[in-house]
């Protein structure tokens, strides 16, 4: 079934991990005024050219350089990349003034904020009204990569940009334009006979007034967010660090779900965790002499495939390699070494990896969900060895929320989990004008033990800054109807909106910062102005 051999994977990653020691970049332009710098990457973007923006200092004044997403190790090889890119036709015409190689230090690394930009040239029109739908986005840059992936299976696609008063901004992927609703049938066949299903008939006369709203909501607001932090919180030990960085990552899935437990500090303190009963049961049967595990589950949006993958860090000779009928064996690499694996299959179209590194004391087990054997192949070829869990804008920006270490305070980092808010939460919660937003974007909980204390960080990436504050004023309006006394009260944390609640068995602290909404609890052990002390230790602040 599948043959022996060494998978090296070489491939790019769709978003690029800058490492900033020596190294040399593409620089497109210089600014002096960080908001020209930040709509000139939004525009390489929207031509999925990937930019990032730096400080740089000289004696004449701060500049904003706006470098190529692309790292070299040697200033010829940059250079070939300024000739490359130079003739990219895009490039050629805005008529830059010229390109050039540099290098960039770590001071000079910038959080790059990015702006929305509106619609423009759309290919539907009164004149030809139909398109087909291929997918629906909450955040562009998903939308933008696959319809990079469509292009290269030869399908013209575009993204269409929306915004409604009940789900807010949506990025949508099209294709074709057409007169008659019957002429995009064959189209949509091609889409079926590559495996996209699930793809509809779009109306222009249905979506222009959301596509005019959201250029209306663009020019009016300046709506933006944050591409997070590629560095890992110093609260995390180094078993932790490793499930991140040793991670196996594959460009064309995007994050469903992932957790990230800290066996050691989850058993010193005697917390009880309810999710990690599943990763006993599914991949592990104890834990002994592990120190931490990551789960991550990801799907292929454009094709509904899906796949788990875990990882463990143990202590010397925990994982030792077993023998077993039925199984083929290959190796692949990951970040820093090569994993011994055996692939088999059960009864369905299931597809179970297991892998093996003595010298790295992991473990890796890689789920499938209704996989052929080629697209299971196609996954673990696809698999990047120079980039981690940090290329993925949604972990980044959430880790960027948790506290960093704090040596005055004993505070053990416990778990994490983040998932993609379902359908299930709107309708749990009557559909209401504050739940049906959150739809489609991410939920996110960290729980730590500090001095005695377990305390909570719940907070939702609303992934645009207009979305978090929006919900979360609807949130405090509906407060505001109770009665307001010493458990239900407008509370005070930086220059927030923020609010304290204090039930039977817990109390929290909420507030919107940026594009999230957060929430800082503990089973009432913690007093209003602990949880206001913490929550200013949150690295989202700096």
Known sequence: MFKKTLCYILLNIFVSIPVFCDSWFVCLG????????????????SENIQASIYLHKKDSGTFYRVLLDQKFDFINEARNKRNEINNHPFIRNLNLSGLWACSASP???FNNTVILTSNEDIPISPEKPYSILV????????????KERLAKNDIDAYVLKTFDDSSYFS???????????????????????????DTKISNYEDIIDDIEKYNEMIENNEISYDT????????????????????????????????????DNINATKSEVEDLDFIKDTYLEETENIHAVSLAKYKDDLFNNEVSVFIAVGDNGTFVPKETENTDKIQFAIVDDVLDCTISKNDSTDYYLYGINPSQNMFVAMISKDFDENQFMAFINNISNDSNLLVYPQLRKNLLVLPEKNDSVQRDFLYFTLSKVGDDYARERGYSNWSV?????WRAASYFYQ???RFSLAFFDMDYDYNASRIHNMFMSEKKNIDINENNHPSTLEDTNSWYINLLDSNELSFSTKSYIIAVGSENNLSENDLIDTSRELQIWD
């Open 30 to 45: 210089s600014f002096k005024e960080q908001k020209n710098a930040e709509k000139f990457v939004s525009l390489l973007k």
């Open 107 to 109: 001071e000079d690394i």
């Open 135 to 146: 997918r629906s986005y909450k955040e562009e840059q998903a939308a933008v990569n696959d």
């Open 171 to 197: 990025f949508n992927l099209h294709t074709g334009a057409f007169e008659d609703e019957k002429d995009g049938l064959d189209l949509q066949n091609k889409l079926a006979d590559l495996g996209i299903e």
């Open 228 to 263: 997070g932090s590629y560095t890992i919180p110093s609260s995390f030990s180094p078993w932790i660090r490793k499930c991140i960085t040793q991670f196996p990552i594959n460009k064309d899935f995007q994050i469903e779900e992932i957790m990230l437990f800290d066996i």
């Open 437 to 441: 937003p959150i739809v489609g974007h």
């Open 451 to 453: 001095n005695d204390n």
